[in-house]
């Protein structure tokens, strides 16, 4: 998963590729592999893919393996959403193989993977790629001199067979040992995975609710840290299987137990000199550097519009509510747990923790979303709010709002919205994504809410959210 190219390299178009299909041909030998599953992931972070036969390789390896366009305009539930922007007249987008994201699949003997490149009929780069998105944030980010490097938290669920009731017998305790021997079969089998992967990893660890755990990633560069979540994510599901298990990424399969967050820490330096720390005040370990202030500020100026990005689901808001650990306000604070964007600890080598997301995003489209909010941030030198002082997570809301800490969005159709009035994200995902993504997330709406007899503002988890999202995410 180490990539030798910079950021802008990655950007080369896909008909002058002639050296990345040498790499992609030069892998695989290394790999030796007799099949190769080419990867791409929708809206929903949800991997599609193709295998191709050893007997194919040169040929996919230059012109990649090819998909109708009409599958962006599928929903979650796989139904293709009304009046389509993509029918069945629109053709085809490849899906080239990246060489740098080439792996064996630990658990499928002489079986390699790749991610890949988007390009259309005829091989050049497709508007609607999400990984190219992000390509493009880094480089915008780079361009005003700051380096990220980042790493993913993310909490799942674990039951025997495929009953999500199974969480309600789960006597488990936080942090236990106890907890972590009797999953640990699971637990050795994902570390093992991961490392095989080349994915590393900084812990695994027995969380709050039933049969919750959490796996913690060591930082990388924004592509190759998406590239390594999904990946992860991929992998603990599939252990999961072999042993007779579940793996859940499901943001709240019951009301009444903890829900699955995913927090993405951001480590930003100068470019050129990381040892220039853009976050630490390098002077006083009680204080933040003067830099740190647009970037969380910017973060903040666009959270409503993110939450479409990092909460796409109708269930993603019943995790997200006042009183609870998930962050329901747009807030920051140094090491306070309630906050939508936290500091962990003091000193040098701090890093800013958004914590609103779930494993239901596209992990591409949700760092351009950030990425692209931290760069306004700083081209505008916005102000950074003051500090929340209070456990905000346990303020009712009318509190909070006099408390100066706005409400961020209370369902699905509201993170829609702000995000269409956001231009700084849809310039960040383009025009082409940002539409059919909105068309995509008002179809699952509707569709939930024909379905799953729960009303708009009801924080009840229907079966039909435990039947359309357990098993997928």
């Known amino acids: 998963m180490q990539r030798a190219t910079e950021n802008g390299a990655l950007m080369e178009t896909l008909t002058e590729a002639t050296d990345t299909s040498a790499?992609?041909?030069?892998r695989l030998a290394e790999l030796d592999v007799?099949?190769?599953?080419?990867?791409?992931?929708?809206?929903?972070?949800?991997?599609?893919?193709?295998?191709?036969?050893?007997?194919?390789?040169e040929y996919v390896a230059a012109e990649g393996v090819t998909f109708a366009m009409a599958n962006w305009d599928l929903a979650i539930t796989d139904e293709q959403v009304p009046h389509p922007g993509f029918g069945a007249d629109s053709g085809d987008f490849r899906a080239v193989p990246d060489p740098a994201t080439l792996v064996r699949v630990p658990h499928r003997p002489r079986v390699g993977q790749a991610f890949a490149w988007l390009a259309d009929d005829t091989g050049k780069p497709w508007a609607g790629d999400p990984r190219a998105a992000l390509a493009r944030q880094v480089e915008a980010l780079g361009r005003l001199g700051i380096a990220l490097r980042v790493a993913f938290e993310a909490e799942f669920v674990v039951v025997p067979g495929s009953d999500p009731s199974a969480l309600h017998d789960d006597t488990g305790r936080m942090f236990a040992v106890e907890g972590l021997d009797t999953r640990w079969p699971l637990g050795a089998r994902v570390l093992d995975d991961l490392e095989a992967a080349g994915i590393a990893v900084h812990q695994f660890a027995k969380e709050y609710g039933p049969g919750q755990f959490e796996v913690s990633l060591l930082p990388a560069e924004p592509l190759v840290a998406a590239d390594r979540f999904l990946l992860a994510r991929q992998l603990v599901r599939a252990a999961a299987r072999e042993l007779g298990l579940t793996a859940s990424f499901m943001p709240k399969p019951y009301a009444d137990l903890p829900g699955n967050g995913l927090h993405v820490h951001l480590g930003l330096t100068r470019v050129g000199d990381p040892r220039v720390d853009l976050v630490a005040d390098p002077d006083d370990p009680r204080r933040l550097a003067t830099t740190a202030g647009p970037l969380i500020a910017g973060l903040l100026a666009h959270a409503h519009g993110?939450?479409?990005?990092?909460?796409?689901?109708?269930?993603?808001?019943?995790r997200l509510l006042p009183g609870s650990w998930a962050p329901a306000?747009?807030?920051w604070a140094i090491g306070n747990r309630s906050v939508l964007v936290r500091v962990?600890?003091?000193?040098?080598?701090?890093?800013?923790e958004v914590r609103g997301g779930d494993a239901g995003?596209?992990?591409?489209?949700?760092?351009?979303?950030?990425?692209?909010?931290?760069?306004?941030?700083?081209?505008?030198?916005l102000a950074m709010p003051p500090e929340a002082q209070v456990d905000i997570g346990h303020l009712p809301d009318n509190e909070a709002a006099a408390a100066g800490f706005e409400r961020l969005p209370s369902n699905l159709p509201e993170a829609l919205a702000a995000f269409e009035d956001d231009d700084v994200l849809h310039d960040a995902v383009g025009p082409l994504i940002a539409r059919h993504y909105v068309d995509v997330k008002r179809f699952e709406w509707a569709t939930y809410l024909d379905r799953s007899g729960r009303a708009a503002d009801s924080t009840e988890v229907s079966d039909w959210e435990r039947r359309t999202y357990f098993e997928c995410l």
Do not use: C
């Open 23 to 26: 790499a992609t041909l030069e």
């Open 34 to 57: 007799d099949a190769l599953w080419v990867v791409y992931h929708d809206y929903a972070g949800l991997g599609r893919a193709k295998a191709v036969p050893r007997g194919r390789f």
């Open 306 to 318: 993110q939450s479409a990005l990092s909460s796409p689901t109708p269930n993603s808001y019943k």
């Open 329 to 331: 306000h747009v807030s």
């Open 344 to 352: 962990p600890g003091r000193g040098t080598n701090r890093h800013l």
């Open 361 to 381: 995003m596209n992990p591409y489209l949700h760092l351009a979303g950030l990425l692209a909010s931290i760069a306004d941030g700083v081209s505008r030198d």
